[in-house]
Structure formats: C-alpha cells, structure tokens
C-alpha cells in the first residue's frame, strides 16, 4: 500500500522559511519521479515543482522558481522541500505527489500559513 507521510508545515511569517518532508512507503521510491503540489483553496492541486527518480533533474512552477528547492534522499525513502523568501500567497496545504502505473498518490498534507 502506497503511504505518503508529509510533515514540517506550520506559521511563518512573510519572508521566513520552512523545510517541509514527506516520508514514502509501500512502493520502490526509487523508481519514480516526485512532486510536491499545494491546494489551492476553491480549487484543485496546483503542482509546484517536481525531481526525477535520481534526484538530478528538477522543475519548479514560475511562482515558486528561485525561492524552493526540491530534493529526495533514495536511501530514506524521503522527498524534502526548502521553502526560503516564503509569501502570504504561499498559504496553502502541500503534498507530495507521485504518479504510479496503477494511478496517482498523494498524502495527507501539511498546512502552511504564512502571515504575519
């Protein structure tokens, strides 16, 4: 069974940072890309950036692009976003996102507030 674990989510104030971490299992991570997505509130998953089964291959969305980092650790099964110069329009639940053969996954979020 695939499980997508995400944490480090919270209230940071504009211009703070958060390190947001999702934990994988039930599914060899190593095989398959990943993504972080955010829940646009009204709406549906706006995909935020993305990184290859390696880990050497990244693309970010034009609004986040120089301000987040994505990166995975295969040996620990985990997906990390750095989230730096965070904005009020940043507010969002965050998921990591994986598409598999037999359809899509994603956990059950992290909130992030940002606000001062």
């Known amino acids: 069974e695939v499980q997508l674990v995400e944490s480090g989510g919270g209230l940071v104030q504009p211009g703070g940072s958060l390190r947001l971490s999702c934990a994988a299992s039930?599914?060899?991570?190593?095989?398959?890309?990943m993504s972080w997505v955010r829940q646009v509130p009204g709406k549906g998953l706006e995909w935020v950036s993305v990184?290859?089964?390696?880990?050497?291959?990244?693309t970010y969305a034009d609004p986040v692009k120089g301000r987040f980092t994505i990166s995975r650790d295969n040996a620990r099964n985990t997906l990390d976003l750095q989230m730096n110069s965070l904005k009020p329009e940043d507010t969002d639940v965050y998921y990591c996102y994986v598409v598999r053969w037999d359809g899509d996954y994603w956990g059950q979020g992290t909130q992030v507030i940002v606000s001062s």
């Open positions: 039930g599914f060899t991570f190593s095989n398959y890309a």
């Open positions: 990184i290859n089964s390696g880990g050497d291959y990244t």
